[in-house]
């Protein structure tokens, strides 16, 4: 089985996407893939320039436009999907919350909490850890060559996107999952291919 991490297309511009200061969500750890409790939606995010986000943008969570998350749904069991605008420029915060139908967003997107898989191949991957000020505990801090375990990922995958639950900052999919994407003509993805051992 062929794994993927999804990443930014490298001729594609950052467009720096923010949770807005204001937000009940601002507080809510979207980045590592988990949440308290679910606050006012949508979600607003803002962006501090006007580079375009387009399908997948770099941000505080899974961002996705709509016509990536019909991907996702059409494939995953498992997820949380919550609406989520987009604002251009992150100058005047304040306002993004409030309903003023003149401000001008790029799209309505949807904010994802991902099922998370424990697949990292220990012995293969080549890793650095640290120790959490919170918790006491050690955890994945850097990954400069990750190795999915082919056992592990035969017995505990049903979804054809999740979240590596060791780095939960890597998003990965399947073949199948892959394929879509690039029939559908997503823009701003890219994909490395993930070694299985």
């Not at 998003?171 to 997503?186: D, F, H, N, S």
């Amino acid at each position: 089985m062929k794994i993927y991490k999804i990443t930014k297309a490298a001729m594609i511009k950052f467009c720096e996407l923010r949770i807005c200061d204001i937000s009940d969500w601002i507080n809510e750890k979207l980045y590592l893939n988990s949440f308290k409790e679910v606050h006012n939606l949508p979600i607003c995010y803002y962006t501090n320039n006007t580079n375009n986000p387009h399908d997948f943008p770099l941000a505080e969570g899974n961002v996705v436009s709509k016509k990536f998350y019909k991907i996702i749904a059409s494939n995953n069991k498992n997820i949380k999907a919550f609406e989520s605008k987009i604002y251009y420029n992150g100058k005047n915060k304040k306002q993004y919350l409030e309903k003023n139908k003149s401000l001008e967003i790029w799209d309505n997107y949807y904010t994802i909490i991902f099922p998370e898989y424990d697949l990292l191949n220990y012995e293969k991957s080549d890793f650095e850890t640290d120790t959490s000020f919170v918790t006491g505990k050690e955890f994945v801090s850097h990954i400069e060559k990750l190795v999915i375990d082919k056992e592990k990922l035969q017995k505990n995958t049903s979804d054809h996107f999740f979240i590596l639950q060791e780095k939960k900052l890597y998003l990965l999919c399947t073949e199948t999952a892959k394929q879509a994407i690039e029939e559908a003509g997503l823009i701003g993805i890219a994909f490395e291919e993930v070694q299985v051992e």
